[in-house]
């Protein structure tokens, strides 16, 4: 025995390290399923059971026909350990069935796996059980050591599980060591006395020539891979963006603020898809063939916010894009003439490239869309039962050594059960009549109030839109300078920003007035007024971009629009930056220096996903008119990340309300995929099929919708090749976008 | 490889590739750091299996486990005298069941004994209490910790008898899709190196 040492040591805390990726869970490719070795002891154990029951001519039938022989077995709740009305045998039964020995009866582990090595080695001669007749059947008790008394000495058990071992084949015979519970000493000398030689059952790849047996190598080329990809992992996990930042913030404010975040890092994954897809097909090609057009006005700052300027005629817009086939001299010879080269080299068709691009943007996003909406649907059904157990046994990460972070997961795991049991408890008090007429009462009331508003607010935006194109008119004709004009067209994002921005606060008075018992109610009500607002303004400037009623600088409408939006997505920036410092910095210093309590703001978590739901909605409405605008997109969204994580970590603290991650997290998804994505995605499928393009700019220029160029290729394709005209049909119903969106969406749900 | 080196017979490394699912090398590095916590104690030459046990305290000292909670738990489980103190064999033996290569059912029978408290084969009320404190530093107030314990049992037992059998807790875990990914605790390479 060793004497205790007298060394204290002292282990300096090492640098940051995250938790690892999961490992790949193929384990079940190779191992047998030990719960599926339970179920067969039961069944094995409850014949043998049935027969004692009978022959002691037990009264209840209820008992024999019962499936499962624990609910036979195992006595009442509540009821002592000692059952006097049970025999002796079912107690040694119940003594030795497999939840109750598990790693503390050796003789039971090794019976166990006797049994089971056994088993393998007889599966398909063995007859089923059915098939023998009743006097057969005490036979098979033989089999099983643990229901047989007899044989209950220790040594007698390893020298049959020995025997066992040396039946099997070598695989078999390894992975049944390697899965067995016993202490490491024990598993040495079975091994020992399984092979007496110096042979290995495993085989390692840089070690002798594998086994011809087809399990052998597959194993090893599972470890090798495992090997490699764990490798991989360490090398990915310092690609992982904002790792550490978001277990911080899930540590500290729990599910509800981080699915924040993690909202703001699947749009910028989306965004960066789109931004991609635009960017090989159409910007890079446009880039390098620049069009002949007029040499733009020099850059001022005013640009970044007003979008127009030196920015009109550039790559950011639509009206940049020209409409003829790059890298073919052909096409920019007027017609008639001869054309020397019969073959261009690598011709590419613009307007083309633009069209499918743009379609296969928004079908990907869709794709992804749905398929996170259905994830995250499926996630939130299934952990909505039995979530307190799971959460207990099998949230504690044991791959976390860092102190910090093992402080962090504490945290996490006590607002986890802190939240759950809210909720559990919310669920219990009802009320009087009177009481419950009153408060519908007061509900009407304030649902009045707060659609009174929206339509105010509305009316309010279109009476200003109206306003401003007489202002606008006004300008034309006096000549005034072109910065004021620019400037007059950014009042209308202010005022649209403007009321974004101040009604959820008036919605939120409304909410206290109302006083909903369930929080969650609570937040759905204010998500739906919320909606309401963004979705009707939202409809209306749709309604006047397709109008054409937008005064334009230019002769191109469509740069007009996508100026707009960028407009619009500029101002919804600044005005998220200004609610962050209103509402959090000021809002903390204001309480912190005059109220004096110790309270500090809280994370709206259901305002700000939908403010940026509102600003995702904007750059897929204007991904047509601009394509560049989910680059916009994407800064934006960094930036936003950096600044709410630094406002939340000094100014916010934890919320006090309860909530449902992953129903939340559902929420949200729907929320994007279906007002948003599918009323953008609307909007899109009208202006191609409809709109009228400008005559002078953009790469449809000159025909009647943008449509008609994809049914113009179709037809030069029917004409050089007959044959698939098959293609043409599919491609003139594959344009129908919404509808077969929302049957493909139907089918992936 | 294996040839240069004198800790282990070539026997005895083929013995612990086949028990355990880690390689030579890994065995050896678990050796070492085995040495590194004792070096008075542990010998160097383990060709004639000597009978050398470590006391909890050094094990529970070890960067990977200082942190964890259960650390005591872990240690005690896989301690052939029960009393927590690890002999070669068993410090191997945690390490490579608590490894990424072992099968869910191993570690579900080792999370089942490191949850259970009182070695009784049951993970009681009294358990889970202790498993709670564990879990959120005593935070959670005296009501909230029998408020969880009750949902617990109520939700997880199957045989209604009070408490959770390993078949109960077996089968609350294969609905748990990351249980496999949770109990795995790495020999970090870098601390091996004096990181």
Known sequence: MSQPPSITLSVPEGSESDGQEPSPDNERALHTSFHQLILEQSSLIEAGL??????????????????????????????SEEHPSYSPATLQILASMPSRTIGHSLGAIISQYCNRTARLRRQSVRPPLQQLCRTARPTLRQYDLETDPASATLEEKWRQLVKELLSLPPSQRSHVLLTMPLHLEEKRNLRRKVSG?????????????????????KFCIVLGCRGLWYRLLSLLRAARPWHYALKQIGGRFGSSVLSYFLFLKTLLMLNFLSFFILLAFVVVPQAV??????????????????????????????????????????????????????HPPLPYNLPLAYLFSIGVSFLVTCILLVYSVSRSFRESVRSSTEELAIKVFCTWDFKVIQRRSVKLQCENICTLLKELLVERRSRSHPQSCSQRLGHGLVMLLAWALALGSVSGSVLAVHFFLEHMHTVQQEQQAQDSGRWQQEAVLLVLPLVVSLLNALMPYLFNFLAMWEKQDSPVTQLYVAIIRNLILKTMVLIL?????????????????????GQDLYRFMVMD??????????????WRLILEKKVKTKRRPEFDVARNVLELIYGQTLTWLGILYAPLLPAVQMLKLLLLFYIKKTSLMRNCQSPSKPWQASRMSTIFNTLLCF????????????????????????PFRGLETIYESGKRWVLVLEKSNPNITWFAWVYQNLLENTSLLFFMSVALM | MGN??????????????????????????????????????????????????????????????????????????????GEGSLSFNDFVDMFSVLSEMAPRELKAIYAFKIYDFNTDNFICKADLEKTLN?????????????????????????DGDGKLGFADFENMISKAPDFLSLVILREDEEMSENH
């Open chain 1, 675 to 698: 007002p948003s994505f599918l009323g953008a995605a609307a909007f899109l499928s009208y202006t191609i099929w409809t709109a009228h393009p400008s005559e002078t700019c953009g």
């Open chain 1, 573 to 586: 920036f600044i005005f998220t930056l200004l609610d962050t410092l209103f509402g959090e910095l000021i």
């Open chain 2, 4 to 81: 240069k080196q004198t800790i282990f017979t070539d026997e005895q490394l083929d013995a612990y590739q086949d028990c355990t699912f880690f390689t030579r090398k890994e065995i050896l590095r678990l050796h070492g750091r085995y040495y590194e916590m004792a070096p008075n104690v542990v010998p160097m030459d383990y060709t004639k299996d000597p009978d050398v046990k470590l006391p909890m305290q050094l094990i529970i000292n070890m960067p990977e486990l200082k942190e964890n909670p259960f650390k005591e738990r872990i240690v005690e489980s896989f301690s052939e005298d």
């Open chain 2, 134 to 158: 564990k879990l959120t530093r005593e935070e959670l107030t005296a009501e909230e910790i029998t408020l969880v314990c009750e949902k617990v049992i109520e939700e997880a037992d199957m």
């Open chain 1, 541 to 561: 400037l749709c309604y006047q971009w397709l109008n054409r009623s937008v005064t334009c600088s230019t002769e191109c409408w469509e740069t007009c629009v």
């Open chain 1, 197 to 217: 030689q110096r042979v290995t059952l495993r085989q390692h790849t840089h070690h002798w020539a594998p086994f011809s047996s087809c399990a052998w190598s």
């Open chain 1, 50 to 79: 049935e027969l004692e029951l009978q022959e002691r001519s037990r009264e209840s039938p209820a008992y024999l026909a019962v499936p499962d022989a624990r609910a036979v077995a195992w006595p009442e709740p509540g009821q």
């Open chain 1, 289 to 342: 063939h620049p069009p002949a057009s007029v040499s733009p006005p020099p850059f001022t700052g005013l640009e970044l916010l007003t979008g127009g300027g030196h920015f009109t005629h550039s790559l950011l817009y639509y009206g940049y894009y020209s409409n003829i086939t790059l890298n073919d001299p052909c096409s920019s010879s007027p017609k008639g003439s001869v054309c020397p080269l019969a």
